[in-house]
């Protein structure tokens, strides 16, 4: 079975419609991020990131995450920290 890797760039607002579209029924996405601490995903997203001419720069916070991937159609998304990473599946 291939698990195909891509990078969607600039474009991260659209990763989750683009996996729904893609993926076959019942099929299962994982993502895995950097974990930033709340205090520093505050001051990046509101201070830093404004000024980033290179599209959809954020750092999502956990419920976030869980929260664009059940909009976007996905029945399970689950969102965990662990040391130093944040990891997600969701599932059609």
Known sequence: MDFPAFDVGRD?????DLL?????????????????????RF???KFWFPFS?????????????E???YNCGFKI????RKGEGVFLKAEK
């Open 20 to 40: 729904n579209f893609i993926l076959f029924q019942n099929g299962t996405v994982y993502i895995a991020d950097p974990n930033f601490g709340a205090v520093v």
């Open 53 to 65: 001419k290179s599209g959809d720069v954020r750092i999502y916070s956990k419920k976030e995450l």
């Open 12 to 16: 991260t607002f659209l990763i989750p």
């Open 43 to 45: 001051i990046a997203n």
């Open 77 to 80: 998304v689950q969102v965990y």
């Open 67 to 69: 929260e664009i991937f």
